[in-house]
């Protein structure tokens, strides 16, 4: 079993609980991983100590995730420290403090002052409006991840990353651009119901059809991948599954109770998609907490 990975950027949806269960279906020969929604990167921190490729590539679109990125790995001390300076920078029940981190990021993209944002506001969940500005609120319930667990969790993911992973900035299709049959993409786009409208959790919107037309670009050079996508909670869906004609075998993961539904009073099962490119096949169902749903996606 894996010990307890560092988790220094604690996006709400992180798959890190996740990421065995997910893990199980990557192979095992493959030359670069590669995460281009890599947000908390979870995925990647749970293949590099499951030690699954020779390299590793992260990217986001989001450019100050990847700045911070870079920072994680080749600054940790530095980092661990301004992001001390800046958290105990506050005082319970100041809102000011973090509307004027919030202020300053939009105006300078610092990638640090993001990480406080990350930590300080409502749940985790980040949100940006329409000209790619943080919009999320505080939450006055706590005041984030404590310095000296930041301290730790920078430098375990430093330790496991350097050295091994390279980080690039842009969209998914640029930054995948050079994988091939040897290599691995663990793609985890928004779900489309959560980068439109009022609930408007990520910088840039990835339509269905987008999504489809990359996937057959990497089906066509052969690259194996898997897919994190649709899912439901309770009756409610977060966008239609991909088509049959793709190929791919879609499972659904078991994730928990839905921590919302929790707060409205609904005990509500969350299930995910977990797409699998063609020659990947899920283990036998007594050795996985995955339901196949007919083969191919359905």
Request: hydrophobic share 40%; glycine share 8%; with cysteine.
């Amino acid at each position: 079993m894996q010990a307890r990975l560092p988790h220094p950027v604690p996006y709400q949806g992180s798959k890190r609980t996740l990421a065995p269960r997910i893990g199980v279906h990557a192979p095992r020969d493959i030359e670069t991983w590669f995460e281009p929604f890599a947000g908390s990167a979870a995925m990647t921190l749970w293949a590099l100590e499951a030690q699954v490729a020779r390299r590793y590539v992260i990217a986001d679109v989001l450019a100050p995730i990847a700045g911070l990125w870079r920072l994680i790995i080749d600054a940790p001390a530095a980092t661990a420290e301004r992001y001390g300076e800046i958290w105990r920078g506050q005082t319970p029940g100041d809102r000011d403090y973090f509307n004027a981190v919030r202020a300053r990021y939009n105006a300078q993209g610092d990638p640090v002052d993001l990480l406080y944002l990350i930590c300080r506001c409502v749940k985790n969940a980040v949100r940006f409006n329409a000209a790619g500005q943080f919009t999320q609120s505080v939450d006055r319930r706590r005041l984030g991840m404590q310095p000296e667990r930041m301290t730790a969790a920078i430098a375990a993911a430093s330790q496991l990353m350097r050295g091994r992973t390279e980080v690039r900035s842009g969209d998914w299709l640029a930054t995948t651009a050079d994988a091939g049959r040897r290599d691995f993409v663990y793609l985890d786009p928004p779900y489309l119901g959560t980068t439109v409208g009022r609930d408007r959790r990520y910088v840039r919107q990835l339509q269905q059809a987008d999504l489809i037309e990359g996937i057959e670009a990497l089906l066509a050079r052969g690259v194996r991948f898997m897919l994190s996508y649709d899912g439901m909670t309770g009756a409610k869906s977060y966008g239609a599954p991909l088509p049959e004609a793709l190929g791919l075998t879609r499972l659904l993961l078991e994730a928990g109770t839905s921590a919302q539904a929790t707060l409205s009073g609904r005990a509500e099962r969350t299930l995910e998609s977990l797409y699998l490119s063609p020659g990947l096949r899920p283990p036998c169902a007594p050795c996985s907490a995955l339901r196949e749903l007919g083969g191919p996606s359905s």
